[in-house]
Each structure stands twice: as C-alpha cells, then as structure tokens.
C-alpha cells in the first residue's frame, strides 16, 4: 500500500486484480467470476448488485467514527465537529489521519475477497468547495475520493457514488451536514441552496462522465434522503428533472453514456414514484429499509425476525423493479432495534430502552446484550447470519450500511458498540454470511430475474419523455414550504425568494495522479462535455443572503430580492440522444 505496508489478497470467488501505472485505467479487472469485469456491461435485472456502503469515512457520522465526536464533547454532526477542530491547535490533523487510517486500499481489497462487487460512497458537497464562513474541511474529501476509485478499479469494484450533505441540509439529520431544520428545497433560502446543489452535481457529472471514469463509476446518487415527506414530491420533482437534464446533457443518453440517475423515494414510498419521467433514460429508485428505526419497537426472536424482509419487503423491491426500473436498497443494516452507540444521534437514547428524546412509548428491552458482541452466543451469531440473508434476497439489490464501525473510547479497551450496523466486524465474527450469495431463494416467492423494458436501461425508447410528463415542473417550483412545522405553516412564493446566478466560473475536480507511471497519462480535464456551459451558482452581486442554515421559518420575503426581477427559469440543455451500442 501507498504507507509501505503489504498484505495478502484473498478472494475464494475467482475475482482478480489488475493494476498498471503505465496503464492505469484498464478495466479489466473482475471482482468475482458472478460479477462482469469492469470493461464488460452489468446486465440490470439479471446481475445482482451485493454492495456495501463506505459510510462514515468522507461524511462523518457520530456512531460510525464515535471517538472523532467523543474528543470534543458535545458535538453532534460534522458542522459542529469542523468548528471545534477549526478552534482546537491540530486544526483538521484529525480529520486528514481518519481519512487516511479508517478506510485503505486494504478494505477495498476485503470487500470484494467478501464476494461483494458494488460500494457506495457518500460524498459531502465540501468534497468540491466551501464558502466563506462554512467550517468544513475544504476539498480534501475529494483526494481521498480519487483514492477509492484507484482501489474500486483494481479489485474490479463498480462505485455508486453519492452526494449525502448538501448545502442547507436535506433533511435535518447529522449526516446531511448539519443537525436542525431542512434548508434544502425549504424555507427562505431553500432554492438558492438548491441551485448551489445543482452545480455540485454538474461538476460530479462532468467528471464521473469522462471515458476514464464512466466504467468504475456507473451510478450516482445525485441526493440522499431528501425528506419529501415535508419537502414535498411535486417540489423534489421539479428539482429532479433540473437534475435529470443536467447530467444528461453532458452525458447524452443511451446505454454506457454516463451513470444512472439514482433518486431516493424520499420515504413515500417508491410506488409514489411509478409515472414519474416515464421513459427517462436510466433513472434508477432508491430505498432504504430500516427495521430499527420503527415507531414500536419489538423484543421478538430473531427466528421471528427473519421472516420480515420477505413479508414487507420483497414485494415492494419486485414491484418497482417491474414497474419503475432499476431498483436498489442503497442501505440496509442488521439492525432489529435502534440499539447501538450515538445510532439515533449523540445522547438521544434509544426507542428500545424507552429512552429516546421525545417519544414516550414503553422499553422493549435493553441494549447491552445487542452492543456487547463480545457476548453474542453461537445462537445468535446463527440468527443474525440468517436475518441478513433473508434481507439480501429480499432486497434483492443492496448495499449493506455500512462496512466498517470505528471503536469508542467510552470502553476499556475501546470497542465497537454499534455492531448491527458493520458488515466487516460481522465477518470476522461470524455473523454475517461468507459468501452473499447463499441467501438467493430463500424467500417463497421469486423475485425479479429477467431483463428490465429497453428504455429503463438505455435503449431503444431511452430520453423520449413525453412532454406533458414536465410541463408542470417548472425551475424553480412556483411555492415551496416555509417550514416543516407547523405542517399547516403557508408556503412561500418562489419568485420573492432569494436566488444566485449561474455565472461563476464552471467548477472542474482533479484527477487522480499516478507518482510511479513512466508513460505520459491523459487522467482527464474533469469536463467530458465542454460544450455544457453552465456557470457555477454565485451570489448575485450586492445582495445579501441569509445563512444558510438559518432559512426555515424566517421571515419570509414579500417583495423581490435585491429588487431584481423574478427568479429566472433556468435553461438547461436538453440531452442529447446517441443511439445505443448495437
């Protein structure tokens, strides 16, 4: 590895790794002989995505990185932990170690050796810039970033990857960059940091779409965990289709031209979402199923609990896949119960034990017999094992979240103690399956196995999306919510809204760099299609603007901003249509 030390690759499904420095984009590379090589198509409702999510390294969360939060008390997500580095002597020395430390080359080499042959990775929008006033540790993220795409290459490791925090917040919670209100799509200055998300996603598009990065790369998340259940869906519609033409315009569309679209049900539900941009080219649905996290917590068996996927989740995995298209669980965890270290948050309790902050429903249990692995027994140990397989079929597509759980220091020596949540602490325990594949079947009912209609995977029919599909989904949305609570609270009208202007310079990331290569490399410019040239969002000169963490509930505006005219309906390319390979 890059620090000097070795190891030994083991992978018992035939998988392969392949790395050049002269030829360093070769894509040939296989991560198991049931996964097509890098350079070969994954054939969508046929070949299984068995993936894992790379959570906690480039965006942090409390109880994945714990001893990171536990160094400075009372921090609660990364905008508060930036903050407390940015005024500690190190200043982000600790963040550049975790980054370095938590997740290597080796981890990406035991994740395939693990059978698995997706991962996804979640980025933070200050992996491309951070402005002024904003704490977080500017653009390093990214090096790093590059870094896994060297390492998905070599074992053969396709990368979805995902924009997790955006700029005001999708959702609230501490992985969207700051714990509180949404400030996204929401509230006083949720279009102005909608449009700064657009541009962050036309500067992934731009480098993700390049020839040298397209094959290791094929899917992106362009926002997790909206929460469209108070942004609501005609208004994360609207902000979609901006999405949808962005990225397509630099791509064009048809099989093998850029990624595929993943957009998170926004906990509707996926059904919600049938209809939506029929014949889009390659949009794929993402869901989350979490167990844990139900309003009533369960004490039952895990006997028990291993029945449940295939009731409440299977059909719904097989009924989008049919209907929708392309279908994944972008997370799922071994969690039966919200037990676990800092898992809802830092010291809000825990719904199992009857302690968590705002609810007052009865204790179905205690936790230290879930946290402390050390204990599990051979019966347990068996029961989990069962419980995730019977997940993997059901979900049919997945990436498990997440792979690694870092130690507190709270025990002595310091452990793990949110162990549902890490699949490597559960194969080298014992309770996660050896190989992913043993759980297929095993659900009554089959499940999605043939090959998705032609349009869901770029061919014929791909990009011809009826007209009157979009005509109501205006950019921006004419209202959007002032704020989530009350619900009855009045929406603000668009046009009075604050807004930027997309005439900054067009924002390119750096590629990765290879010190050991004797032959000249073309590693990319970071634009695969120059003629899109959409300028950066930046404040309109003269303005002033809110934080924009500070948007939800203020006062709203009732004249137009800066005294300028209407917020402008933005004019985005429209793809462009190649034909699909023959």
Not at 173 to 201: C, D, P
Not at 329 to 334: I, K, R, V, Y
Not at 455 to 470: F, K, Q, Y
Not at 525 to 535: C, D, S, Y
Request: hydrophobic share 35%; aromatic share 12%; with cysteine.
């Amino acid at each position: 590895m890059e620090d000097g030390t070795t190891f030994t690759y083991k992978n018992s499904f035939d998988g392969f790794w392949v790395y050049d420095p002269n030829d360093p984009f070769n894509d040939t590379a296989q991560a198991q002989s049931y996964s097509p090589p890098l350079n070969q198509p994954w054939k969508y409702g046929t070949d299984r995505i068995r993936g894992v999510n790379v959570g906690g390294w480039l965006t942090l969360e409390p109880f994945i990185s714990p001893a990171l939060f536990e160094r400075f008390p009372g921090t609660q997500d990364e905008y508060d932990l930036s903050n407390a580095m940015k005024q500690n002597d190190g200043g982000y020395d600790m963040l550049e170690e975790h980054y370095a430390t938590f997740i290597t080359e080796q981890d990406f080499a035991e994740i395939a050796g693990a059978g698995l042959n997706w991962v996804r990775i979640p980025i933070p929008f200050w992996a491309i810039e951070v402005w002024d006033g904003e704490p977080f540790y500017p653009k390093r993220a990214w090096d790093y970033f590059l870094k896994a795409i060297v390492w998905a290459r070599k074992y053969g490791l396709r990368i979805n990857i995902d924009l997790h925090a955006v700029p005001g917040s999708q959702n609230g919670w501490n992985h969207s960059s700051r714990l509180g209100k949404i400030n996204f799509m929401e509230g006083v200055m949720g279009i102005a940091n909608a449009q700064r998300t657009l541009t962050y996603i036309q500067t992934l598009a731009q480098f993700i779409c390049q020839d040298q990065y397209k094959n290791v790369i094929p899917m992106f998340g362009i926002i997790n965990e909206a929460l469209t259940t108070e942004i609501g869906q005609p208004q994360m519609e609207s902000f979609y289709v901006q999405a949808y033409n962005i990225i397509r315009s630099i791509s064009g569309t048809g099989e093998g031209k850029g990624p595929y679209i993943s957009i998170h049900d926004g906990f509707l539900g996926m059904d919600k979402w049938v209809g939506f941009l029929p014949n889009a080219d390659r949009l794929a649905m993402d869901t989350h199923f979490y167990f844990a996290f139900a309003q009533t917590p369960s004490n039952s068996s895990l006997d028990v609990w291993a029945q449940q996927p295939c009731k409440s989740q299977q059909g719904k995995m097989t009924a989008s896949l049919t209907n929708f298209g392309v279908t994944g669980a972008g997370e799922f965890s071994l969690a039966i119960n919200d037990c676990g270290l800092n898992v809802n948050g830092v010291g809000l309790g825990t719904r199992f034990e009857g302690t968590y902050v705002g609810d007052d429903k009865p204790a179905a249990g205690t936790c230290p017999p879930w946290d402390e692995w050390e204990n599990y027994t051979p019966e347990t140990k068996a029961g989990l094992k069962q419980f995730a397989l019977m997940e993997m079929d059901a979900l049919q597509n997945w990436f498990f979240w997440t792979w690694k759980v870092g130690n507190t220091t709270k025990t002595s020596p310091p452990r793990v103690r949110a162990p549902f949540w890490s699949y490597k602490l559960g194969l080298d325990n014992g309770w996660m399956p050896t190989d992913p594949r043993a759980g297929d079947g095993l659900c009554p009912q089959p499940g999605f196995d043939q090959p998705h209609q032609s349009w869901m995977t770029g061919g014929v029919g791909a990009g011809d999306i009826p007209p009157e599909a979009t005509a109501a989904l205006v950019w921006p949305p004419a209202q959007i919510e002032w704020t989530g609570i009350p619900t009855d609270a009045p929406m603000l009208t668009a046009t009075f809204l604050p807004s930027y202007t997309p005439t900054g310079a067009v924002i390119t990331m750096p590629a990765p760099t290879f010190a050991d290569a004797t032959a000249s490399i073309d590693v990319g410019n970071g634009l695969a299609n120059p003629q899109v040239t959409l300028g950066a969002y930046v404040p309109i000169s003269g303005c002033t603007y809110l934080n924009e963490y500070e948007g939800n509930g203020a006062p709203a505006p009732t004249e137009l901003p800066c005294g300028a005219a209407p917020v402008r309906r933005d004019a985005i390319p429209e793809p462009m249509v190649t034909p699909p390979p023959s």
